[in-house]
């Protein structure tokens, strides 16, 4: 314990000596305790120096800046230390004290930017090494002075657009300052001692944010500024340090120069029949960045190019505009064309308002409207146009086929036609002097089914075959080929022109049945019958139907259905079977085809709108109808039948064979053939049972005979 035995005297007479030393900048640390007039043993209270130590001052020479001290020294023999950074650790022995006295000194200058506070611990020992006190807790605290001077950063350039209002942030600067922060030794305020080139075009804050202080900047004019700034601590007030910067500042470009051409008009020429070359280029002048969207000129023809002869287009690497002639003009159509021209940038003028983006481009000057003095003003921007006159240049015109579709009529009739005369003469026209061109050959250019034939010097064309109207080649009757002019000079100029061989119909054909066969089911009396003719009008239809009644089994009518085609109508009642019918059909001529035309109506009944043709093809199931039925019933009574004609024939005696009466040559036939029998119908026999040479038949023989005659029915019935 810290000593306790002073006398009131005594502690008034130490306080007033401790308080002496405080203001002397010394830090004592004591261990005081008392109670009234009469002290005891307390535990112990470390006091920290109230008044921290400044760096950068020299403490070495005082005798102490603070002091420990046990109550326990009067008696016993104490040693004092400190142990923490700044005593036995780096950096060392900053501070030491007597181990006797406890007093605490200095050994150097103070440095807060190092170490702004040193916390130490100080013990008490006794002389054998065994601890006397529990560590005391020793704080010093070092006070800042204004040592450093501000230091600014490596800072990248900032950028403005030009013509930026005033007021716009361009950029931020920043310093710092190695002393105490939260004190005006720290707090930097900034200043702009220069701005290279001169102008005062910016302005910076205390807090460092540049800003734009004059709105006439112009990328044109400077493109870059340096600003020396200075940054002063204490915030700026006198005595403060303070330290220099350059900051550069690029200006951007925005669109604020149109494009203008280095002429204020133009003229060029252009040869006839001509296309797709390059008619000129013209330069562009642009005070904006080379290179860039508000460089890039964009042009249009706003007048003069209402048929599509030109087109123009921007060479970007030198930003010149190439007018192109993309469609032949023709000399004697046109002798002179005059454009109107404007040129723009590839984004819109920059208004000083927003920022723009995408591309306003018009073409052919859609959208605009011309004002005077050689203005054109589209999307509320006005531009000076540039007239170019362009002068078409007369060229050797040559040969060209007129007309272009020359039409050829001929016959198919072979009585009309002969393949060894011309037919037509196809020459070409010199477009110079509008008569037939010279030095000059023809050919065939297509020619699909090798109809004809051209002389290559005169034209003459010859068929080389009959023409037929009902060839696949034709088109609505016509044929169409092609036939080709060449100059005899070089380069050599070509010409095409168009034959179109109408073939004129010849009735070369007859009309015909479409069907030979036609099905008519009962109860209906009436089938329709359709002819056809290749001939076309007017040597086919409409048709005329008559009926020959020689070769015509039955009674029929005709009657008029359409143009190719005739109601067959039955007059009479119609059984089951097959009716052929013959016809003369005639075309509108009256040509009728050499033979008759036949068909063969089947009758039949049909039953569930199944067709005559049908029921042959028709499967059906294991069922028999009302028919087969009775023809199974008929089948056992022959059966029976059958079977008592033999009873009959086998009853009675013996007896030999009896010569007929009569010659039966002439009625016994051969029936073993495969062919169908000749007739079927059996006639009623009535055979007596005498005849005439007074042999008497018996019964038994008579039941053989007509066992005989019964075979005979179902034999040809089979067949």
């Given at each position: 314990?810290?000593?306790?035995?002073?006398?009131?005297?005594?502690?008034?007479?130490?306080?007033?000596?401790?308080?002496?030393?405080?203001?002397?900048?010394?830090?004592?640390?004591?261990?005081?305790?008392?109670?009234?007039?009469?002290?005891?043993?307390?535990?112990?209270?470390?006091?920290?120096?109230?008044?921290?130590?400044?760096?950068?001052?020299?403490?070495?020479?005082?005798?102490?800046?603070?002091?420990?001290?046990?109550?326990?020294?009067?008696?016993?023999?104490?040693?004092?230390?400190?142990?923490?950074?700044?005593?036995?650790?780096?950096?060392?022995?900053?501070?030491?004290?007597?181990?006797?006295?406890?007093?605490?000194?200095?050994?150097?200058?103070?440095?807060?930017?190092?170490?702004?506070?040193?916390?130490?611990?100080?013990?008490?020992?006794?002389?054998?090494?065994?601890?006397?006190?529990?560590?005391?807790?020793?704080?010093?605290?070092?006070?800042?002075?204004?040592?450093?001077?501000?230091?600014?950063?490596?800072?990248?350039?900032?950028?403005?657009?030009?013509?930026?209002?005033?007021?716009?942030?361009?950029?931020?600067?920043?310093?710092?300052?190695?002393?105490?922060?939260?004190?005006?030794?720290?707090?930097?305020?900034?200043?702009?001692?220069?701005?290279?080139?001169?102008?005062?075009?910016?302005?910076?804050?205390?807090?460092?944010?540049?800003?734009?202080?004059?709105?006439?900047?112009?990328?044109?004019?400077?493109?870059?500024?340096?600003?020396?700034?200075?940054?002063?601590?204490?915030?700026?007030?006198?005595?403060?340090?303070?330290?220099?910067?350059?900051?550069?500042?690029?200006?951007?470009?925005?669109?604020?120069?149109?494009?203008?051409?280095?002429?204020?008009?133009?003229?060029?020429?252009?040869?006839?029949?001509?296309?797709?070359?390059?008619?000129?280029?013209?330069?562009?002048?642009?005070?904006?960045?080379?290179?860039?969207?508000?460089?890039?000129?964009?042009?249009?023809?706003?007048?003069?190019?209402?048929?599509?002869?030109?087109?123009?287009?921007?060479?970007?690497?030198?930003?010149?505009?190439?007018?192109?002639?993309?469609?032949?003009?023709?000399?004697?159509?046109?002798?002179?064309?005059?454009?109107?021209?404007?040129?723009?940038?590839?984004?819109?003028?920059?208004?000083?308002?927003?920022?723009?983006?995408?591309?306003?481009?018009?073409?052919?000057?859609?959208?605009?409207?011309?004002?005077?003095?050689?203005?054109?003003?589209?999307?509320?921007?006005?531009?000076?146009?540039?007239?170019?006159?362009?002068?078409?240049?007369?060229?050797?015109?040559?040969?060209?086929?007129?007309?272009?579709?020359?039409?050829?009529?001929?016959?198919?009739?072979?009585?009309?036609?002969?393949?060894?005369?011309?037919?037509?003469?196809?020459?070409?026209?010199?477009?110079?002097?509008?008569?037939?061109?010279?030095?000059?050959?023809?050919?065939?250019?297509?020619?699909?089914?090798?109809?004809?034939?051209?002389?290559?010097?005169?034209?003459?064309?010859?068929?080389?075959?009959?023409?037929?109207?009902?060839?696949?080649?034709?088109?609505?009757?016509?044929?169409?080929?092609?036939?080709?002019?060449?100059?005899?000079?070089?380069?050599?100029?070509?010409?095409?022109?168009?034959?179109?061989?109408?073939?004129?119909?010849?009735?070369?054909?007859?009309?015909?049945?479409?069907?030979?066969?036609?099905?008519?089911?009962?109860?209906?009396?009436?089938?329709?019958?359709?002819?056809?003719?290749?001939?076309?009008?007017?040597?086919?239809?409409?048709?005329?139907?008559?009926?020959?009644?020689?070769?015509?089994?039955?009674?029929?009518?005709?009657?008029?259905?359409?143009?190719?085609?005739?109601?067959?109508?039955?007059?009479?009642?119609?059984?089951?079977g097959l009716y052929e019918v013959t016809f003369v059909v005639k075309?509108?001529?009256?040509?009728?085809?050499?033979?008759?035309?036949?068909?063969?109506?089947?009758?039949?009944?049909?039953?569930?709108?199944?067709?005559?043709?049908?029921?042959?093809?028709?499967?059906?199931?294991a069922e028999l109808g009302p028919a087969g039925i009775g023809l199974?019933?008929?089948?056992?009574?022959?059966?029976?039948?059958?079977?008592?004609?033999?009873?009959?024939?086998?009853?009675?005696?013996?007896?030999?064979?009896?010569?007929?009466?009569?010659?039966?040559?002439?009625?016994?036939?051969?029936?073993?053939?495969?062919?169908?029998?000749?007739?079927?119908?059996?006639?009623?026999?009535?055979?007596?049972?005498?005849?005439?040479?007074?042999?008497?038949?018996?019964?038994?023989?008579?039941?053989?005979?007509?066992?005989?005659?019964?075979?005979?029915?179902?034999?040809?019935?089979?067949?």
């Amino acid at each position: 314990m810290l000593d306790a035995s002073l006398s009131s005297r005594d502690y008034a007479s130490t306080w007033g000596k401790i308080q002496k030393t405080l203001c002397e900048n010394v830090a004592v640390v004591l261990v005081i305790a008392s109670s009234g007039h009469n002290l005891v043993r307390k535990k112990r209270e470390w006091i920290i120096p109230p008044k921290p130590l400044k760096e950068n001052v020299d403490y070495t020479r005082k005798e102490f800046i603070a002091k420990i001290r046990s109550d326990l020294k009067e008696t016993k023999g104490l040693q004092y230390s400190l142990e923490g950074i700044g005593a036995n650790k780096y950096p060392f022995n900053v501070f030491v004290v007597d181990p006797h006295t406890g007093f605490i000194r200095v050994t150097r200058q103070l440095d807060r930017e190092e170490i702004d506070a040193y916390n130490l611990s100080g013990i008490a020992t006794y002389t054998n090494g065994g601890q006397a006190e529990k560590q005391i807790d020793v704080r010093i605290k070092v006070i800042d002075e204004n040592d450093n001077a501000p230091v600014f950063a490596v800072m990248e350039a900032g950028e403005v657009n030009e013509l930026s209002p005033r007021g716009t942030s361009v950029m931020k600067v920043t310093a710092t300052d190695a002393d105490e922060p939260g004190n005006k030794n720290s707090q930097i305020a900034y200043s702009i001692v220069d701005q290279q080139p001169p102008g005062d075009m910016f302005s910076i804050s205390k807090d460092g944010i540049v800003r734009v202080k004059s709105s006439a900047l112009d990328r044109e004019t400077a493109d870059q500024y340096t600003l020396t700034v200075k940054g002063q601590d204490l915030n700026g007030e006198p005595g403060g340090h303070s330290a220099t910067s350059t900051v550069v500042i690029n200006v951007q470009d925005v669109n604020d120069n149109l494009p203008t051409l280095e002429k204020v008009e133009y003229e060029g020429s252009i040869e006839e029949n001509t296309e797709g070359v390059e008619v000129m280029r013209i330069s562009t002048e642009d005070l904006d960045l080379e290179a860039s969207e508000n460089w890039e000129a964009v042009f249009d023809i706003v007048r003069g190019n209402e048929a599509g002869y030109f087109s123009i287009k921007t060479d970007t690497a030198t930003n010149e505009g190439i007018l192109m002639l993309d469609k032949a003009v023709d000399y004697e159509d046109v002798k002179n064309l005059d454009l109107g021209l404007i040129v723009k940038n590839k984004v819109p003028q920059y208004d000083g308002s927003t920022e723009f983006s995408g591309i306003d481009i018009g073409l052919g000057g859609s959208g605009g409207t011309f004002g005077t003095s050689g203005t054109f003003t589209q999307g509320g921007t006005t531009y000076k146009t540039y007239p170019i006159k362009i002068n078409v240049k007369n060229q050797p015109e040559g040969p060209s086929f007129d007309p272009k579709v020359k039409a050829i009529p001929v016959s198919e009739e072979r009585s009309s036609v002969n393949i060894n005369e011309v037919i037509t003469r196809y020459t070409a026209i010199d477009g110079d002097t509008g008569k037939v061109a010279e030095n000059v050959r023809y050919a065939k250019g297509s020619d699909p089914d090798n109809w004809f034939t051209i002389d290559p010097k005169t034209a003459d064309i010859k068929l080389n075959k009959m023409p037929d109207r009902e060839s696949p080649y034709l088109i609505n009757g016509t044929y169409y080929a092609k036939v080709l002019c060449f100059t005899e000079d070089m380069p050599a100029k070509t010409a095409t022109g168009t034959i179109a061989i109408q073939v004129e119909d010849f009735n070369d054909h007859c009309p015909t049945l479409t069907s030979q066969i036609q099905t008519l089911c009962i109860p209906d009396d009436a089938v329709i019958v359709n002819a056809k003719d290749e001939d076309f009008f007017p040597n086919g239809s409409p048709f005329t139907f008559e009926i020959i009644p020689e070769g015509t089994q039955g009674k029929w009518q005709v009657e008029h259905y359409n143009d190719t085609a005739a109601i067959l109508r039955a007059k009479e009642t119609l059984w089951p079977g097959l009716y052929e019918v013959t016809f003369v059909v005639k075309d509108q001529q009256g040509q009728a085809c050499p033979e008759p035309e036949k068909v063969t109506v089947q009758v039949c009944t049909c039953d569930e709108g199944e067709m005559c043709g049908d029921r042959g093809n028709t499967k059906k199931g294991a069922e028999l109808g009302p028919a087969g039925i009775g023809l199974l019933f008929l089948g056992l009574l022959l059966l029976l039948l059958f079977l008592l004609l033999l009873l009959f024939c086998g009853c009675g005696e013996a007896a030999g064979f009896t010569e007929m009466p009569w010659d039966t040559k002439s009625h016994l036939i051969n029936y073993r053939t495969e062919g169908q029998g000749e007739n079927t119908e059996v006639p009623l026999l009535n055979i007596p049972p005498q005849v005439d040479g007074g042999v008497q038949i018996r019964h038994q023989d008579l039941g053989c005979i007509w066992t005989i005659l019964l075979f005979k029915v179902i034999a040809s019935a089979g067949r």
